[in-house]
């Protein structure tokens, strides 16, 4: 079975076309997901890479190309949302416990459309406990695990695994060793993934 | 007839794809296509734009990128080149006098070859004086045209207007007012400027 590593971070923008798009995508081309929540916030932070504050026009831009990525590939976006999230490190604390517990990759996709159609940001009410009882978890459960300090570790460990293979934003993809950033490389690295080298 | 305005600055490092690729990817389409030089770094500067500069891992990926991206659309390159080149306004000055009498494009293809083949920097010896010999132009001619005063104000006011219309970066496309950065977004420019929107 062909692999590929899914380096998802709640809190990108590009990250939603993604989200909505790599099931059928990985699918069509016979390739394995795995989802691995880290936190870009504090690897970007630490690489010095501010990719949009300061920078209107880039800013601008990247709502337009989003709306623009979303129609070509038949998904609908209110952009621009709430950005940047206040809860981005709670959002994707919940995603790991979720990605162990295996309703990960669904609660993700929950919490981004809730974000993309109706503004609601990840990782807070009403998002967060409507996107968890979505997909069939009690937040009472979820939310105190999610908060518990072995998880934060957890998901300190898995970014500076992330920093390690050389990750520097997200959404990014591993296929046999090979990384690819961007949404824009998706097709890349599945095709990669299945052993279509260019 | 459909048109787009290519906004190329020699320098950037993925305008290699893209100038390489344009010339087929339009005709194909239909497109006819205006080349506008600009000075991407004097307004990525202002913009505190500052893409891999103290950003090792991003850097290391964008070699291997574009050598991934270069395969697969057919083209050699041998990467990482000398980066970023310190000739870069000269190289666009010699674009702005290239690109008003016509032979613009050319040299701007010849220049990329020298680089990405050679690691021989745009806008300097040998590379400077034998693209232009390449395309049937004498260096004592031109290159006093280019490092004229007038030649700079042209290329700051063109810089300005790429400012104006949200440019931030190389390369650039404008269809129908619609602004595309990147080679990997030359496909969805062209499809605009065709008239084929998502």
Same mark, same amino acid.
């Given at each position: 079975m062909h692999k590929i590593d899914f380096w998802v971070s709640i809190g990108s923008t590009y990250s939603f076309l993604t989200v909505m798009r790599i099931g059928r995508e990985a699918a069509a081309r016979g390739v394995s997901v795995t989802w691995r929540p880290f936190n870009v916030r504090k690897l !970007? !932070?630490?690489q010095q890479n501010v990719p949009f504050a300061g920078k209107p026009a880039k800013l601008a831009y !990247?709502?337009?190309d989003v709306a623009r990525r979303a129609a070509r590939h038949g998904l609908s976006a209110q952009v621009p949302v @709430?950005?940047? *999230?206040p809860e981005l490190e709670k959002a994707n604390l919940v995603a790991? *416990?979720?990605c162990d517990e295996g309703w990960g990759p669904d609660y993700i996709a929950e919490t981004y459309r809730r974000w993309f159609h109706d503004n609601q940001p990840p990782g807070q009410a009403p998002n967060l406990t409507d996107s968890l009882i979505a997909v069939g978890q009690d937040p009472d459960r979820v939310v105190p695990l999610a908060e518990a300090p072995a998880t934060r570790r957890v998901l300190? !460990?898995?970014? /500076?695994e992330a920093e390690a293979l050389g990750l520097f934003g997200a959404p990014s993809f591993v296929a046999?060793? @090979?990384?690819f950033w961007g949404d824009d490389r998706l097709e890349d /690295?599945?095709?990669w993934a299945a052993g279509a080298r260019a």
């Open positions: !970007m !932070m630490a !990247m709502w337009r @709430e950005y940047p *999230i790991t *416990i979720g300190n !460990m898995v970014t /500076a046999d060793g @090979e990384l /690295a599945l095709d």
